[in-house]
């Protein structure tokens, strides 16, 4: 009797899960295997804005990236999809929530207007 593929678990990250838009993001899937297997996993990772199909990250040593900068600005709904090889079952990872904000604006004053405070952030807290 042989056995089948080793299940296993799929975990995600981000670089920065509140960007501004514009910037780059790098989304980490790890494979993590519940039995111990000679080989580490391999094959390619799928990640996912919602439905919407990102991209595709190569497995090397059970670890697939994806590197993204064109993120519109709101809240992403992120998962990846590990599709398996031969000695590990494919998995999907739980949501992460990726935040792309607006990019920091700087107060302007009218030409001509005067006034002895320096501009201020519009966006640091109070």
């Given at each position: 009797?042989?056995?089948?593929?080793?299940?296993?678990?799929?975990?995600l990250?981000?670089?920065?899960a509140?960007?501004?838009?514009?910037?780059?993001?790098?989304?980490?899937?790890?494979?993590?295997?519940?039995?111990?297997?000679?080989?580490?996993?391999?094959?390619?990772?799928?990640?996912?804005?919602?439905?919407?199909?990102?991209?595709?990250?190569?497995?090397?040593?059970?670890?697939?990236?994806?590197?993204?900068?064109?993120?519109?600005?709101?809240?992403?709904?992120?998962?990846?999809?590990?599709?398996?090889?031969?000695?590990?079952?494919?998995?999907?990872?739980?949501p992460?929530?990726?935040?792309?904000?607006?990019?920091?604006?700087?107060?302007?004053?009218?030409?001509?207007?005067?006034?002895?405070?320096?501009?201020?952030?519009?966006?640091?807290?109070?």
């Open positions: 009797m042989t056995a089948g593929p080793a299940a296993t678990t799929l975990g990250s981000t670089s920065d509140t960007a501004d838009p514009g910037q780059s993001v790098t989304f980490t899937a790890t494979i993590t295997a519940t039995l111990s297997a000679p080989q580490p996993p391999t094959g390619s990772v799928s990640f996912f804005d919602g439905t919407t199909f990102l991209g595709t990250g190569f497995v090397t040593a059970g670890v697939a990236t994806y590197q993204t900068s064109s993120m519109a600005a709101g809240m992403h709904s992120i998962t990846a999809v590990y599709g398996g090889d031969s000695t590990y079952s494919p998995s999907s990872s739980r992460l929530t990726e935040t792309v904000g607006h990019a920091s604006r700087r107060l302007v004053r009218p030409a001509g207007h005067f006034d002895a405070r320096p501009a201020i952030d519009a966006q640091r807290p109070t």
